[in-house]
């Protein structure tokens, strides 16, 4: 057991992932480090596996880099993180024009690691007493909001996500090799579910009649219930009847094969099937989360209100829905014509009015 006070590390801090899990199915990673392990077990308490494995390696990266024990941490060697992350600058991707790990990444981790130190200070038990990870810097605006006059440490573009054309999803589904691996492609393409929505669908979930799937782990642990298309429940239906083992679990898709014959299929699993897929069909595109924008955006494109499609993704903010506004071509296309007509026919009927009022001028 640990003491419950912290002490100053007698060895140098070698950051190392360690995964276990327990019988229960329970997983848990550890770093090495007393304080670090802590607010991991803390994290993997309040969060979801994806979640706790990313934070796991994030917080490696970081202390591979610094190389110092946590308490010792200061802002500089933050920004020293940073500079490391970025690269080399004199060398730019053609994508983003940026060098090293891409922003998002980035600040993903810079969150990590934040999160860590406002749980040390928060502990109370260590000579630690302000964050180190600054919340940004200072800018000379005046007026406004606190928020407003700092600017981030990192700046994450806000980029289009990529879709999958019908030909291409298509391709993909003429790539896989069980109805397991349809139904589970099916439920993304056409329901919008994320990978660990699919993952977590148990057997009860299913409102065949009602044509409608209910979602119990969805992000950040709210529920709802989704409609589906017909052709996902026919995959589901097939893979059920000819495919899945019998197992005690209620999860909805388990392994076929192997040592985890009968078990949950797991994310890496997940991804394994996709990577095949698309080697197969020779797509470049096609992970979990591109299937989902693909039918959001399709579903946009159809004429679905905003407000319905937020609750099909199930966003709770409108705004992180907004994107797909400016995936729909057509519909941007159509506003823009209508708009451009109301101005074209005004300033006719302004140069009307004009020349009328030239003759009887």
């Keep these: 057991m640990f003491s419950l006070r912290w002490e100053p590390a007698r060895m140098t801090f070698s950051p190392c992932v360690i995964r276990s899990s327990t019988a229960a199915g329970d997983v848990h990673f550890e770093l090495g480090h007393p304080l670090v392990d802590r607010y991991l077990a803390f994290v993997g308490g309040r969060s979801r596996p994806n979640t706790l494995r990313a934070v ?92 407003s006059r700092t600017v981030p440490l990192v700046r994450v573009p806000r980029t289009l996500p990529k879709i999958l054309s019908p030909s291409e999803v298509d391709r993909l589904l003429g790539a896989l090799r069980t109805r397991r691996d349809r139904a589970m492609v099916l439920a993304m393409v056409l329901g919008g579910l994320r990978r660990c929505e699919v993952l977590g669908l148990r057997l009860e979930d299913l409102r065949v009649g009602e044509r409608r799937v209910f979602v119990a782990e969805g992000k950040g642990g709210h529920q709802r219930v989704v409609p589906m298309a017909d ?94 506004l400016h995936l729909t071509n057509d519909w941007l296309a159509g506003e823009y014509q209508r708009a451009a007509s109301l101005i074209d026919a005004d300033q006719a009927a302004v140069a009307e009015l004009l020349d009328i009022q030239e003759v009887l001028g």
């Design 56 to 147: 796991a390696f994030d917080l490696k990266a970081f202390f591979v880099v610094v190389a110092k024990d946590p308490i010792e941490v200061v802002a500089a060697d933050v920004f020293d993180f940073l500079a490391h992350q970025r690269g080399d600058r004199s060398v730019a991707r053609l994508s983003d024009r940026e060098s090293g790990l891409s922003a998002r990444t980035i600040a993903r981790r810079l969150s990590s690691v934040s999160g860590f130190y406002a749980y040390v200070v928060a502990r109370g038990d260590t000579p630690l007493r302000v964050n180190p990870v600054p919340r940004g810097l200072s800018t000379r605006r005046a007026g406004g909001s606190k928020r």
């Design 231 to 324: 052709r996902f429940f026919t995959a589901a239906g097939d893979y059920l009847h000819d495919e899945r083992p019998d197992t005690s679990t209620d999860r909805l898709f388990v392994a076929l094969k192997g040592q985890r014959r009968g078990q949950p299929l797991s994310a890496e699993g997940l991804d394994e099937v996709l990577g095949g897929a698309r080697s197969r069909s020779g797509l470049e595109r096609g992970t979990c989360h591109e299937l989902r924008h693909t039918c959001l955006t399709r579903l946009r494109e159809a004429g679905m209100a905003l407000e319905a499609v937020q609750a099909q993704a199930g966003h709770r903010s409108i705004e992180s829905t907004r994107i797909y």
